[in-house]
């Protein structure tokens, strides 16, 4: 079954517009989610995990268990947030789940 | 401290052939997990190793399998290639089993050609 639905392959913006990538997960228990990120040419990282309730490069993330959705945000997308975004869950067995992820394009 | 290594970086193989990738994780880290990483079905789970020994299995056959050595050292091996197993694997430690405490950390992949 499929934990983690991230509707939009393919997203773009224009610079200084806010960006917001969908990630939509199925899980009856208490899931921790995680974005991760991977840069051209540089290797898959972690961007936020919503335990830590923190703000990475501008992005926040909140967890909405009433819509089970873990949406990323940003209000003012750069030409560096130009990436491959993945949205993951961990269950109770620690095994993590990622979506197909979001290709974000900030257009100049 | 240095990343995770995966070795070799690109391998090109032909059907029924096999083939072995290996993982060494960041120095502590005792958690070695291993993904398939397609275009069109992104990052899929296929194990993860703690302490020697398999914790989870993702849904792939049975020729793909792998070990985890006493240095936390991970390699994975697949038999009987088939085509559809072009891909980038990539390997990710943690200290612990991946959960909030201990976020994965990606090594660059081996990029898996069969023709």
């Known amino acids: 079954a499929q934990r983690v639905t991230q509707p939009e392959k393919l997203l773009s913006v224009f610079k200084g517009a806010p960006v917001e990538l969908k990630c939509n997960y199925s899980y009856s228990g208490s899931p921790e989610l995680f974005w991760y990120v991977q840069y051209s040419r540089q290797r898959l990282q972690l961007l936020l995990r919503h335990i830590s309730r923190e703000s990475i490069k501008g992005f926040t993330a909140d967890l909405n268990k009433g819509e089970t959705s873990f949406h990323l945000k940003k209000p003012f997308a750069q030409e560096e947030d130009s990436a491959m975004y993945y949205c993951?869950?961990?269950?109770?067995?620690?095994?993590?789940?990622f979506g197909t992820g979001t290709s974000l394009t900030v257009i100049p | 401290k240095a990343g995770v290594t995966q070795t070799p970086r690109y391998l090109i193989k032909t059907r029924g052939q096999q083939v072995t990738l290996s993982c060494s994780p960041i120095?502590?880290?005792?958690?070695v997990s291993w993904y398939q990483q397609t275009p069109g079905q992104g990052l899929q789970f296929l194990f993860e190793y703690f302490s020697e020994t398999q914790r989870n299995k993702g849904n792939f056959p049975g020729r793909f399998s792998g070990r985890q050595f006493s240095n936390s050292r991970s390699e994975m091996n697949v038999s009987t290639l088939e085509l559809g197993d072009s891909a980038l694997y990539l390997c990710?430690?943690?200290?612990?089993?991946?959960?909030?405490?201990?976020?994965?950390?990606f090594g660059n992949g081996t990029r898996l050609t069969v023709t």
């Open positions: 993951a869950l961990t269950d109770t067995g620690n095994q993590f789940y």
């Open positions: 120095s502590g880290h005792r958690s």
């Open positions: 990710a430690s943690s200290l612990g089993p991946g959960g909030g405490n201990s976020p994965l950390h």
